[in-house]
């Protein structure tokens, strides 16, 4: 659980401060960083409890924590659009993979996430596949780039 959150906070980090490039962060070396806006609009909210509750199976921070998460952003609308992408694609991958394992689910979150800090072929390499088979990688890949 730690470890998802550590990934977070990194794709908060290098979404806020990157112009397409990429930096590879130690996770032992991310400082979570201060809170910047007292509070999400209402439409925020809303947005931020469907990612959350999209996620739900695989990621187990509270909404309380994921709504933390998202006011320590200089741009949480930006943040949550990437997110919903992410969510998208999680959504339409499990609806043609309905009886998807847990560990299957999990990879898939992990990817995206991944793949929402860098270009396809290192999320994959940054994720380390085991469960997923290569059609599968490449599905969620696609439904994240056409979203």
């Known amino acids: 659980m730690r470890a998802i ?7 908060c980090t290098i979404a806020c401060n990157s112009e397409g490039d ?3 962060v130690d996770p032992n070396d991310v400082v979570v960083g201060p809170i910047v806006h007292d509070s999400l609009t209402q439409e925020q909210l809303t947005r931020v409890k469907k990612i959350h509750a999209i996620f ?4 187990t921070v509270s909404f309380e924590e994921t709504i933390d998460n998202f ?5 949480p609308d930006k943040e949550i659009l990437i997110w919903e992408r992410m969510a998208g694609a999680y959504q339409k991958y499990m609806s043609a993979h309905p009886s998807s394992s847990y560990d299957q689910k999990h990879e898939a979150f992990i990817l995206l996430l991944m793949r929402s800090m860098m270009s396809d072929e290192e999320a994959i390499t940054e994720s380390k596949i085991k469960v997923l088979s290569q059609d599968e990688v ?3 890949l696609q439904n994240y780039n056409s979203q």
């Open 71 to 75: 006011r320590r952003d200089q741009n």
């Open 5 to 11: 959150l550590v990934l977070i906070i990194i794709v």
């Open 138 to 140: 490449k599905e969620l």
């Open 22 to 24: 990429t930096t590879k």
């Open 56 to 59: 739900s199976d695989v990621y």
